[in-house]
């Protein structure tokens, strides 16, 4: 269930509008068949940066962590929450990713992402409900586009990958910067942090589209 962000954008794409004012999962992931096909077109007009900005930040993380991966990819193994169409998986294979899971809500955009060949496997999953991976089984999680207005809250989400990250793994995930606050992200984060469940890497303003520095929150954390 990947989406673009930017308030601004309601009233230009019919499918962001539609979306955005989705009240069910079922009608998301009706809305994301329908949207699957032209997707990519779509975020490439509007200059989309998550995809980029998010593998960037994960392979930085890993580079730091105490058994050094580095930041090639190779051999770590990565949750790709929320993949939509395979924007960030393509990303990640340039970073040498090669073990990459992706889930999403819609058949259709799982269907595109099989095409572009960097996912070790895709399955169907809802991300507002308990996510059917066992504790500590990858090495990351990462999580773009999907934690934005009237798609999935923070809990039980951003509980279930620390749940399923290896200790000392990252997480890497984006969200849409206005429903931070009032989207009770801020609070769920920390409360995890609070708890000693993670270590806050990063958690700060990025830009939706490449040639702009707002409209995005970009969280790193690192599983205690």
């Excluded at 007009?45 to 990819?73: H, N, V």
């Excluded at 059917?132 to 089984?137: Q, V």
């Excluded at 984060?189 to 469940?197: D, N, P």
Aim: with cysteine; glycine share 8%; aromatic share 6%.
């Amino acid at each position: 269930m990947a989406s673009w962000t930017a308030e601004s954008h309601l009233g230009v794409n019919p499918f962001l509008k539609r979306v955005y004012e989705a009240s069910t999962a079922a009608e998301s992931r009706d809305l994301y068949n329908e949207w699957a096909k032209q997707y990519d077109k779509d975020l490439e007009a509007e200059d989309y940066a998550f995809p980029q900005i998010a593998a960037q930040a994960l392979s930085e993380a890993l580079s730091r962590r105490p058994d050094s991966i580095g930041t090639q990819l190779e051999n770590v193994s990565i949750l790709d929450a929320g993949c939509g169409t395979g924007l960030v998986g393509i990303q990640l294979s340039r970073f040498g990713a090669r073990n990459i899971t992706g889930l999403d809500i819609s058949p259709g955009m799982l269907d595109v992402a099989r095409k572009t060949d960097v996912y070790s496997a895709l399955e169907e999953a809802d991300l507002s409900k308990p996510i059917a991976k066992t504790d500590n089984s990858v090495d990351a999680v990462i999580c773009v586009g999907t934690l934005t207005r009237g798609h999935v809250g923070p809990k039980p989400v951003l509980e279930e990958f620390v749940r399923i990250v290896k200790k000392e793994g990252v997480i890497v995930a984006t969200v849409l910067d206005d429903i931070w606050e009032s989207g009770g992200f801020k609070d769920e984060l920390e409360r995890l942090r609070s708890e000693g469940k993670v270590q806050v890497l990063r958690s700060d303003v990025v830009g939706v589209r490449a040639s702009s520095n707002v409209g995005g929150r970009l969280l790193v954390l690192r599983k205690c």
